[in-house]
């Protein structure tokens, strides 16, 4: 008899099911980050009033794009890893591999597409432009390409 109630009696999967949704729910979320930025400095450019440089690492998820966007200044951008193409407004698209430089002028509009499907592209950015000015005019959403 006591088998029998034993078998009847429902399985509960909570235990197990709620720490596995949320860890799958976490997984999800950071797939979907098409960008990552950290902002390693920014400060004032002594001898050039009203002018600052800001330098960051970014971190483009496969199969991402930057989606188009200026900066208010100069740009050079340092390939740590992986591989991309750097579109700019009026020049032909430029393939990029670690160890490459791209320069981009001021105002400029570009976009950097990750051309790996398995792994990340990594820059170390340098920018000098006007103090107060947002670092980054998005005209287009990041996204995921096809």
């Not at 909570?14 to 997984?27: A, E, K, N, S, Y």
């Not at 950290?38 to 989606?67: C, Y």
Request: hydrophobic share 40%; aromatic share 6%.
């Amino acid at each position: 008899m006591h088998k029998e109630a034993a078998m009847r009696r429902p399985l509960n999967f909570r235990p197990v099911g709620i720490p596995l949704g949320m860890i799958g729910t976490q997984v999800l979320s950071a797939q979907q980050t098409p960008l990552k930025v950290a902002l390693l400095l920014q400060t004032d450019v002594v001898g050039m009033e009203g002018k600052e440089v800001v330098v960051q690492f970014s971190e483009l998820a496969p199969r991402a794009t930057s989606g188009k966007h200026s900066h208010p200044g100069h740009e050079v951008a340092y390939v740590l890893e992986g591989s991309g193409t750097r579109d700019i407004e009026g020049m032909p698209p430029v393939t990029a591999r670690a160890g490459d430089v791209f320069y981009i002028p001021s105002r400029k509009v570009h976009e950097t597409k990750n051309a790996s499907t398995t792994d990340p592209l990594k820059l170390l950015v340098f920018r000098i432009h006007e103090k107060g000015q947002p670092i980054t005019v998005r005209i287009e959403d990041l996204y995921f390409w096809k």
